[in-house]
């Protein structure tokens, strides 16, 4: 057992199941959450609803597609976060939203390497199928969207700026959603900037200033850590207010 799991157990007598465990290593609230993105770019697109057979096929591709990300995300980061839990992370923070029985599993000890990299794969098929399914040009924006994924962990302790591109990630989400019911249209750079905005300061730089102590200590480079919190919130609130604004145009 490693030090995560005997921390786990320390805070959870059972600790979770495997199911559980699973969902968390994919952020299944956060990622459940996340699926109003593609949603919101079809609706928009059709200014109205999709048809059954969109429904059908598209919502579990997003569901696909965004456990498969969040899940990427802590695959890739696994060292990094096994080190952020030495530090002092919390295993399971009341206030995160991303989860629901534990934090980071794979890095815990809780989830093995062999399942996690076995779930985001058979994800990533479920998402292709049904992305392709419905339009290629939607499996293109889905693959851009893994691609940022993989860059912006690679960035991890580079720059700050890596935020940037968490927006990016969430706004090809949304088109990725309009191309699946609608041509691409000019109209459809408004639904890329809502989404980009609302990710950067509604989400990745507020999460940020969650995990400044521990980010700071394993040398992950974001606003907070590196500019400080009051530049975060600064930052925060800039680009929210750019959020609100872009309203006007959807």
Known sequence: MTAGAHRLAATTPTGPGL????????RGKQALLTVAQPALGAVL???GLPSWRVIAIGLPAACAASFA???LND????????RSLSVGKSLAPAHDVDTAFVRHPLASGVLSLRVSVAWVAGLIVVAVVGT???????????????????VYCALRSVTYWKTVLSGVMVGFGGLAGWVAVAPLRWSALSVFVFLACWE????????????????????IRTVASVR???AAARAATAVAAACLAS???L
């Not at 695959?75 to 096994?82: G, P, S, W």
């Not at 989400?203 to 521990?214: C, H, T, Y």
């Open 45 to 47: 697109a059709l200014a």
């Open 200 to 219: 950067i300061g509604g989400r990745n730089i507020v999460n940020d200033l969650s995990d400044l102590e521990s980010d700071a200590r394993v040398g």
């Open 132 to 150: 392709a399914l419905l339009n290629p040009l939607s499996l293109l924006f889905f693959a851009a969207a893994v691609a940022t994924q993989v």
């Open 69 to 71: 990300l969040y899940a």
């Open 247 to 249: 309203t006007a145009l």
């Open 75 to 82: 695959l890739l980061d696994r060292k990094v976060d096994a």
């Open 228 to 230: 400080g919190e009051a």
């Open 19 to 26: 199911p559980a465990a699973i969902f968390d290593f994919s």
